[in-house]
Each structure stands twice: as C-alpha cells, then as structure tokens.
C-alpha cells in the first residue's frame, strides 16, 4: 500500500512542483527585466523538462538506469502519440511553417544524435556534453533569428506582461516548486520500483508507462484544456520543443552527473519507437498544415500499440 501511496503523491507533486516552479521562474525573470523571449526560450521550456530532469537524474544516482532512460523514452513517445493524438482528437490543431521548417527538422536531428551517442551502450560525460552542445546551439539560432526577425517564436506565451507579484511571493514558489520536484521524484522513483518488484514487472515497464505518463501529465492536462477552450493558437512546436529539451537537456545533464549504461531493450526496441513517431507526424503536419483529428486518432492508437507491446508481450 505505501508504494502506490508514493507513486500517487509523487506524481501530484510533480505536477503541482512544475506548475509552481514555472509560475514563480518567470515572474522573478520579468521582474528582473529579462525579455519574454529568454523567459519562454530558457525557463518555460525548462520548467516543462522540470519533472523529466529530476526523475532521470534521482533514479541515475540510485542506481535504477532503466528508469533514467525510460522515463524519456517514454515521455517523448507519450508527448507525440499520446498528449498530440488525444489533444487533435478534441480539436484538430495547425501547425505553423516554423514547425515544419525548423522545429521537426531540430527535434529529429537531436533525437538522431542521440541514437547514434547511444549505440555503444552509454550514456556518460562525452554523450551527455554533445547533447547539452545541441541544445545550446538550438538556443542561440533561436533567439538569433527572432531578433532578425524582430518577432516572438510561434509557442512563446505573447500574453506574459512585466510582474506586479512581490518578488518574496515569486521566490516562494520556485522554492517550494523545486522542493515538491525533489521530493515527488524520489518517491515517485521508490513507488515505482517497489510496484515493479512487486509484480515481478522490470523497472523499465514502470518507467515507459506510469513514471513516463506522470511527467508528461502537465502537457497533457494544459493542451486538452486549451484544445477544450478553442484556443487554435496551440502550437505543435511546444510539444517538439518538449522533445529536444528532454533529449538535450535532461540526458544530457543526466549524462553528465551519473554516467548510465543503456539497456539492449531501449537499443533494440524502444528507440525506434521514439524514431518512428517522429517520423509519422511529419507527413501529417504537412497534410493541410494541420493535425486533423483522424490523424490524432492515429497516433493515439499507435501509443495503445506501444503500450501493449511493452506490457503484454513482453518485449521489455
């Protein structure tokens, strides 16, 4: 009973933790002068990585690589398949000539990158610099050409205004955002792995499927709302920016500190799942320039597949 007591308060709290982190981040950024575009660049897509960045880096220090690994394998397929296809199915969502130019373009290059690092096994300080190099380079041509173009990145928030909130009240909630981060991964982390000893299930199982759908809730809960609201602004280049900064930033970051082995079943398997997905949204971001909702309902089944394979055929 205390593991799934973990498991459910662990992941309430990394959600809540993410939320909160975000919200206090950015207003400290606004308060300090720092434009909308290095706020939604570098702390909103950091505060949406919060979650993926702490689980991978707790579970890599307490010996449980699996997991480190799995729970952004899991997430990056969960966004695409799982938060795109369900959030298109409530309403079809267009997708702007950035995303097909450049976003998709990045995200697949990185998550190439990162295949070709992995190959040999493992995930350590050379792996984990190269893919932190990408991410620093993908920034810097980001604001680069905003500023050429003297305009705001389509799924940069263009609502964010200078912060009236006291900036105690701002820190408040990046510390309390950062304690609910740690300590919903830790016990996250241990619920997981006990309910998977438990049922004799591995620990990669857990962290693909529950762990991976736990820090991917925030995505999943902001994009329905919006999608439930007729808000057609939602941007697809969110949810690939998710994906490159889960890559580049979490392994990477992950890589370095705790250098992990990567299994045969992640090399074998899972990885050209996260491969594949990628690869099917671009045909269907072309289609029309627009997620229509037969092709969320694709790329929902296609998450169901994956599910199934992981869980009841035992390819993990």
Same mark, same amino acid.
């Given at each position: 009973?205390?593991?799934?007591?973990?498991?459910?308060?662990?992941?309430?709290?990394?959600?809540?933790?993410?939320?909160?982190?975000?919200?206090?981040?950015?207003?400290?950024?606004?308060?300090?002068r720092i434009s909308k575009l290095v706020v939604g660049m570098t702390v909103v897509s950091f505060g949406t990585s919060a979650p993926e960045l702490v689980v991978s880096i707790q579970a890599a220090y307490q010996g449980f690589p699996d997991?480190?690994?799995?729970?952004?394998?899991?997430?990056?397929?969960?966004?695409?398949?799982?938060?795109?296809?369900?959030?298109?199915?409530?309403?079809?969502?267009?997708?702007?000539?950035?995303?097909?130019?450049?976003?998709?373009?990045?995200?697949?290059?990185?998550?190439?990158?990162?295949?070709?690092?992995?190959?040999?096994?493992?995930?350590?300080?050379?792996?984990?610099?190269?893919?932190?190099?990408?991410?620093?380079?993908?920034?810097?041509?980001?604001?680069?050409?905003?500023?050429?173009?003297?305009?705001?990145?389509? &799924? /940069?928030?263009?609502? !964010?205004?200078? *912060?009236?909130?006291? =900036?105690?009240?701002?820190?408040?909630? +990046?510390?309390?955002? @950062?304690?609910?981060?740690?300590?919903?991964?830790?016990?996250?982390?241990?619920?997981?792995?006990?309910?998977?000893?438990?049922?004799?299930?591995?620990?990669?199982?857990?962290?693909?499927?529950?762990?991976?759908?736990?820090?991917?809730?925030?995505?999943?809960i902001t994009s329905i709302m919006a999608a439930f609201r007729k808000h057609a602004d939602i941007s697809i280049g969110n949810l690939?920016?998710?994906?490159?900064?889960?890559?580049?930033?979490?392994?990477?970051?992950? &890589? /370095?500190?705790?250098? !992990?082995?990567? *299994?045969?079943?992640? =090399?074998?398997?899972?990885?050209?799942? +996260?491969?594949?997905? @990628?690869?099917?949204?671009?045909?269907?971001?072309?289609?029309?320039?627009?997620?229509?909702?037969?092709?969320?309902?694709?790329?929902?089944?296609?998450?169901?597949?994956?599910?199934?394979?992981?869980?009841?055929?035992?390819?993990?």
């Open positions: 009973m205390l593991a799934y007591i973990q498991l459910t308060v662990g992941l309430i709290l990394l959600i809540i933790g993410g939320e909160v982190l975000v919200k206090g981040a950015v207003e400290c950024a606004l308060r300090f997991i480190a690994l799995g729970n952004i394998i899991g997430s990056n397929i969960a966004n695409l398949a799982l938060v795109l296809g369900l959030t298109a199915i409530v309403f079809p969502i267009a997708v702007s000539k950035n995303s097909l130019r450049f976003d998709w373009p990045v995200m697949m290059f990185v998550t190439l990158i990162f295949y070709l690092l992995i190959l040999d096994g493992d995930l350590g300080i050379f792996e984990g610099s190269a893919l932190l190099l990408v991410l620093i380079v993908f920034n810097t041509f980001l604001i680069w050409k905003s500023r050429q173009e003297n305009s705001i990145p389509e &799924g /940069i928030d263009q609502d !964010i205004e200078t *912060s009236t909130v006291p =900036l105690w009240r701002s820190l408040l909630f +990046v510390g309390l955002g @950062a304690g609910a981060l740690a300590f919903g991964s830790d016990w996250l982390v241990e619920g997981a792995v006990d309910v998977a000893h438990r049922f004799g299930v591995s620990d990669l199982v857990i962290s693909v499927t529950i762990v991976a759908f736990g820090t991917s809730a925030p995505e999943l690939i920016g998710s994906n490159i900064y889960n890559i580049a930033l979490v392994l990477g970051v992950t &890589g /370095i500190l705790k250098p !992990i082995q990567v *299994s045969e079943t992640i =090399l074998s398997f899972d990885i050209y799942w +996260v491969l594949g997905i @990628a690869l099917i949204i671009f045909p269907f971001m072309l289609h029309k320039r627009k997620i229509s909702r037969w092709e969320g309902a694709f790329l929902f089944l296609a998450y169901l597949v994956y599910i199934f394979l992981v869980v009841k055929l035992g390819k993990i």
